[in-house]
């Protein structure tokens, strides 16, 4: 079957630690996306990639990396930067003005 | 820039009764606009999509929604809520520079009461 898959389905981090959240797809999709969700506040854009080997900062980039070494793999690095990673993450592929595919999520908890 | 505003962060109905989600949106050219609906600790599913053919789009589990260029609404409706509606759905546009961005609205939740 089709689809995007997210791992691990819950991550605990301990302060100072990077973490590495994965995306893979088989979709044959060009662009792939991260989003951090926080209660109440919807979708926010952390980073997309439209073509392998290329990516730019969305709306809340800082504390986070990513790479896109292959079109079926884009994954995110929450590093110790980001003050407050504590969220529901969810990785999504499409086409060009395509609707979004989404990845079942991955819940991030500091400890 | 583009904007996708949900009026109501919380819509609670009964169940039988209408369902009414509102989404304006803004944009300069002819947008792509999407519903896609979320249950609790999962990624987002599509729930329709509307891409300039009839206003009218028909999606999953009985939603539709209907493209109105003059309001700058796609505003999703039910007839009839089920429990199993009780979800988070969310508007979205396709980003009117072309390309691949989606812009998302907040989200408005919706309860089903018995």
């Known amino acids: 079957d089709g689809g995007i898959t997210q791992s691990p389905k819950y991550l605990f981090r301990k302060e100072g630690q990077n973490v590495t959240l994965s995306c893979e797809q088989n979709?044959?999709?060009?662009?792939m996306y991260w989003y951090r969700q926080d209660p109440g506040q919807g979708l926010r854009l952390i980073y997309y990639?439209?073509?392998?080997?290329?990516?730019q900062k969305g709306d809340i980039a800082e504390g986070y990396s990513v790479s896109r070494e292959k079109k079926e793999s884009f994954p995110l690095t929450v590093t110790s930067a980001q003050k407050n990673p504590t969220a529901f993450y969810l990785c999504?592929?499409?086409?060009?003005?395509?609707?979004?595919?989404f990845g079942q999520g991955t819940r991030l908890t500091v400890v | 820039a583009q904007s996708v505003t949900q009026l109501g962060s919380h819509v609670s109905v009964s169940e039988g009764a209408l369902v009414l989600l509102r989404c304006n949106y803004s944009?300069?050219?002819?947008?792509?606009l999407f519903w896609y609906v979320q249950y609790p600790n999962q990624g987002l599913q599509l729930l329709l999509k509307?891409?300039?053919?009839?206003?009218l789009v028909k999606g999953i589990n009985g939603f539709e929604a209907e493209f109105k260029k003059s309001e700058t609404s796609f505003h999703l409706t039910k007839p009839s809520a089920h429990m199993s509606d009780a979800a988070e759905y969310f508007c979205?546009?396709?980003?009117?520079?072309?390309?691949?961005?989606?812009?998302f609205g907040a989200g408005t939740r919706l309860f089903v009461k018995a």
């Open positions: 509307y891409t300039s053919a009839a206003t």
């Open positions: 979205a546009v396709t980003d009117d520079t072309g390309g691949f961005k989606t812009i």
């Open positions: 944009s300069s050219v002819p947008p792509y």
């Open positions: 999504a592929s499409s086409i060009e003005q395509g609707e979004a595919f």
């Open positions: 979709l044959n999709h060009d662009a």
């Open positions: 990639s439209q073509i392998v080997n290329d990516f």
